[in-house]
């Protein structure tokens, strides 16, 4: 799950097909199109000899063929899943049930039955046979992914650093078609915030994230993503000082003007991100339903 906007026009690619990006990398996109997903999960397959497939996506059984067909016969070192959502984790067991690879990446979520974390869109099933932390690297021949600790829209998210390439897979940190669904408790704003800034900082050639297409420019994309998080907030602040203390659909309403109905519940959620994370500094508070500024 990812995502908020319209999608925006792109080439064509069908799904089951493994497209080469680079020397080491290649795309397969899997057959979930929706308004979170935009044409659906991209799974990559990293490597030449030994393989690592990142994000195995849906557990559907055409986008398992294809990965396998991908894999074709070669060793797959490791499945590494970028967070548990459910258009990203699932299939990891059916991958390693048949190809017998290890289920390696991030950690999975404490989902309980009656909290809010029983979210449907994560996948209560992801059980990893080894966690990276931050920094932790794992290689195959020719390649060397570095794990990168990218809270915010999950609290489990990591990037994964193809050093040999200075590309990062960016899960649903950074995707190539829209800002990322921020939606508490487990989505933090603060975290997500954070984490941009982490990229920003870094020195990464390419970005390829599991929805939309590799992004060129990667700090100037991730330092304009940081731009459109502070406009959101901004708005937010302003609405507050000139309306006095609002409802969120009261918000989402003056905030995202022709939005596509679907999507204003997951608005909703990013618009409470901003709220909580502007608590936590002192800007605003909240009384029942309705927030207002602190100033
Ligand atoms: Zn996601």
Redesign the pocket.
Known sequence: ??SMAEPAPHLFEETGVAMRLSPLVRRILAPNPSPFTYHGTQSYVVGTSDLAVIDPGPAEEPHLAAKIGAIDGHRLVAILCT?T?R??SPAARLLAERTGAPIIGCAPLALSDDGPRADA?FDPDYAPDRILADGEQLAGEGWTLTAIATPG??SNHLCFALEEEGALFT??HVMGWST??VSPPDGDMTDYLASLERLVARKDAVYYP?HGDPIAQPQRFARHMLGHRRMREGQILRLLERDGPRTIPDMVAAMYVGLDPRLIGAAGRSVLAHLIDLEGRARVRRGDERWSRID
Do not use: E, F, I, Y
């Open positions: 799950m990812g967070h959502h258009d990203h869109a829209h999950t899960g649903d990322s669904v599991a």
